[in-house]
DNA sequence: CTCGGCATCCTAT
DNA sequence: CTAACGATAGGATGCCGAG
């Protein structure tokens, strides 16, 4: 077996652009030409900045930060909402593309994906054509640019990708690691967040290339051993991970939420678990997957997190149950302080086989994990209150402001859904 | 010493 | 005006106690 070939696709400043091309198409500006950004909910004074133009990034803002602070670095800037069905639709659209070009793709993300080329040079005999022919395709027929990064595997294809932007084809071949990695910051290496950067900077290795020429042993050190191996390997561009072109069930589900007012009641707590529990279970339902842990999550206001876990005797679906397993987790753990977040988890899955012996509920429930997988992806950006199915009950009186609004809020975004 | 259980940390989208 | 900052998932790590 030769050497791999791996695309990495990533569409420049997604939700940004995919705005952009919705208010062009209505006779609005472009967004990406002018200072702007898309906040979360705009309604929100916890709005905070999820995609920004090319001409807003030369303010310094930044992805993450308060939309109030970066309107204070640009007076001018356009800030949109988001319209999370048409994203949905953009991000299909995109996929449909690139999934003509192989068989072997990995959704990554909403915006994301792999693409594994290897033995494709019958048809597609030179790589960087194929490369630039679905760059140029996906703006052509959709109005987005895409940056496309190509390798023999998925790290330096990710790493590629996120070269120069927009609107580019970047390679990253073995012999051109040196030239075009080594000299970055350790920080980019992906994978290499704040913390580990940290660590290595006590060794004095701040770029990739120092990362790359550090023996194993001594990386061991601040690193532990297995990280060590990992971050060594990618700094010299070695990854063996496999394109993974089918959706694998969940390893857990969760849902947590950030409150408005300050949680100090246990009832109030107890009231947003169940709403949690209720929504996670019907998930893990959907999936047919019965949990045998339940955890719940809690944060105070100095923005300190803690988690309780317990072990159930057998594995459930059943909300009622999960309910009273975190309300007693809850309980035995909360000191009483002020919580501005609380959440609750499920994980140790158990899956029935059943579904196996049925062609038929077999396909239906693959395409419904890969539903599921574009819409988390919405979640994992957005928060929760960004794409619900219409599950969600409210059987309190007396639930805090925020989270009646945020319940509220679901039911709108979820219409025309289905 | 290893493993399970648990809490926490880290990283990514 | 400091800092502000959401949700979800998966994996790693470190500790403790049992076998």
New binding site residues.
């Given amino acids: 077996m030769g050497d791999r070939l791996i695309f990495h696709i990533d569409v420049n400043s997604a939700f940004l652009s995919w705005t952009a091309v919705q208010q062009l198409a209505s006779g609005g500006p472009d967004l990406r030409e002018i200072p702007s950004i898309i906040g979360?909910d705009p309604s929100s004074r916890?709005s905070?900045v999820t995609a920004k133009s090319i001409p807003a990034k030369k303010y310094g803002i930044v992805t993450?930060e308060?939309v109030?602070?970066a309107m204070r670095k640009c007076p001018n800037l356009v800030v949109a909402g988001s319209n999370f069905d048409w994203y949905v639709k953009c991000s299909r659209a995109f996929k449909a593309i690139c999934q003509e070009y192989t068989p072997t793709m990995q959704s990554?993300?909403?915006?994301?994906v792999f693409l594994d080329m290897s033995g494709m040079h019958l048809i597609y005999p030179d790589p960087l054509a194929t490369a630039y022919e679905i760059k140029d395709r996906i703006y052509s027929e959709l109005g987005f640019t895409v940056n496309v990064g190509v390798a023999n595997n998925k790290l330096c294809a990710k790493m590629a990708s996120d070269f120069e932007k927009p609107n580019k084809v970047h390679t990253l071949f073995p012999d051109e690691i040196e030239k075009k990695m080594w000299p970055l910051p350790v920080g980019d290496l992906?994978?290499?967040?704040?913390?580990?950067?940290a660590r290595l900077k006590s060794l004095n290795i701040s770029t990739i290339g120092q990362l790359a020429n550090t023996p194993v042993e001594q990386l061991a050190m601040v690193?532990?051993e297995?990280?060590a191996i990992h971050f060594h390997n990618y700094a010299n561009g070695i990854d063996n991970s496999p394109v993974m072109d089918e959706v694998?069930d969940?390893?857990?589900?969760?849902?947590?939420?950030?409150v408005e007012d300050d949680l100090v009641d246990l009832e109030n707590i107890n009231r947003i678990l169940l709403a949690q529990a209720d929504v996670v279970c019907a998930?893990m339902r959907a999936d047919k997957g019965k949990c045998r842990?339940v955890?719940v999550t809690y944060r105070n206001l100095d923005?300190v997190?803690?988690?309780?876990?317990?072990?159930l005797k057998e594995s459930t679906d059943v909300t009622d149950i999960v309910y009273k397993t975190a309300k007693d987790l809850i309980k035995e753990?909360w000191s009483g302080e002020p919580l501005r977040?609380i959440?609750l988890?499920v994980t140790d899955i158990d899956r029935d086989g059943f579904e196996q012996f049925s062609l038929f509920e077999d396909e239906s429930r693959e395409k419904r994990k890969a539903l599921d997988s574009t819409l988390?992806?919405i979640?994992?950006?957005?928060?929760?209150?960004a794409v619900q199915r219409a599950s969600t009950i409210d059987t309190s009186k007396n639930v805090n402001r925020k989270f009646k609004a945020e319940q509220e809020n679901n039911r709108i975004n979820s219409k025309g859904q289905k």
């Avoid at 992906?190 to 950067?197: L, P």
């Fill in positions: 979360g916890r905070i993450g308060p109030a602070l990554f993300s909403i915006d994301e992906f994978t290499c967040g704040k913390s580990s950067a690193l532990g297995r990280s694998e969940a390893k857990g589900y969760s849902a947590e939420n950030t998930r842990c955890g923005f997190t803690r988690s309780h876990q317990k072990k753990c977040l959440g988890s988390d992806s979640r994992g950006k957005y928060g929760n209150w």
